[in-house]
């Protein structure tokens, strides 16, 4: 069984002992959500069940596809329901607002509980933990469960693989560590299921998503060590897409050999901006690129919102991507193997 860290185990008593005087909670993540996002905040809603508690996860984007099948998805609620919560659990948030809520929506709620790993995380909440060190949300939640000694049962264990295998781009990523590997062990052994799991998210996208793929690689441009893509509004529904198909393009701009850095810019549905997804390898810190226009997110993994048009939008972020990228795409990484 995985151990915690010493300062992890003080944040995860701290938080104990709050949760242990509440009876209802909200949970809730970041709008367009991705497999950290749900499988956290689900892993969240299990946790405080073992622990005698009552908790409702909404989320104010609706949940992709290839996560609607994770254990306890048919629950989420699309709205926050008219009752009375003792605390909110937001989770990888800076603010209330990239919930995709207000601040008003949880101005009756008493408590809110802020657990982060983004570098941009900020200390908005009455309780807040952001440990940007860790590789996932989902493994800070594990790290609660760990301390808190309550069953990881298989629909737990189920939701918290997902969150950490999709935040870790498949345990690929540099924060990727030896004891990431022990967290995903000791969740298979409580019975998540590795090819189930993989199947579900990675080999289950609709055909209009590889439409959309290429018109995407058909925008490709590299220069040097730095890529970028777009797709339009037009260009998604030509392809017969929908912006959930735009999920994990970037990821193909960054799989270019020599190429350290990349930007993908989806037209945003009401047509005012382009939201950017930004990818690195590990030389370039693309959250500085996010952070400059209001976004953030992790070294390697960072977005943030433009506004429009295309020209525009696609000159700002390749000029600040120029900035921060070697200048160079020829550097090879060595690879070490001890």
Not at 23 to 40: K, Q
Request: with cysteine.
């Amino acid at each position: 069984m995985q151990s915690v860290s010493p300062e992890a185990e003080q944040k995860v008593r701290e938080f104990l002992d709050l949760a242990g005087t509440q009876t209802r909670f909200l949970v809730t993540s970041h709008a367009r959500p991705d497999g950290d996002a749900i499988g956290s905040a689900l892993g969240v809603m299990y946790l405080l069940k073992e622990l005698g508690k009552e908790a409702d996860v909404v989320f104010a984007d609706p949940i992709p596809a290839i996560y609607q099948t994770l254990p306890g998805a048919e629950h989420i609620l699309s709205r926050i329901p008219a009752t009375a919560y003792d605390a909110a659990v937001l989770l990888e948030c800076d603010s209330f607002e990239r919930a995709g809520f207000t601040a008003a929506d949880f101005a009756a709620v008493p408590t809110i509980i802020n657990i982060d790993h983004h570098l941009s995380g900020k200390e908005f909440g009455h309780f807040n933990w952001i440990d940007p060190q860790c590789v996932a949300v989902g493994a800070m939640i594990y790290d609660i469960a760990i301390t808190a000694g309550v069953a990881i049962h298989c629909d737990m264990a189920t939701c918290l693989y997902t969150a950490v295998l999709t935040d870790t781009g498949s345990f690929s990523y540099s924060s990727t560590v030896a004891s990431t590997f022990a967290l995903a062990e000791h969740l298979v052994r409580q019975g998540a299921n590795p090819n189930r799991i993989a199947q579900a998210v990675f080999f289950s996208n609709p055909a209009s998503k590889f439409h959309l793929l290429g018109q995407a690689l058909r925008n490709l441009h590299v220069e040097g060590s730095i890529s970028w893509s777009w797709v339009t509004l037009h260009e998604i529904a030509t392809a017969g897409a929908t912006t959930e198909d735009c999920e994990g393009v970037v990821n193909y701009l960054i799989n270019i050999a020599g190429v350290e850095a990349a930007v993908f810019l989806r037209e945003a549905t009401d047509g005012s901006g382009f939201r950017l997804n930004l990818r690195s390898k590990g030389r370039v810190d693309v959250s500085l690129v996010a952070a400059s226009f209001g976004g953030g997110g992790h070294k390697n993994a960072s977005g943030c919102t433009l506004a429009g048009p295309l020209g525009v939008a696609l000159e700002k972020a390749v000029a600040k991507l120029r900035e921060v990228a070697p200048t160079s795409g020829t550097a090879k990484a060595t690879l070490q193997l001890c």
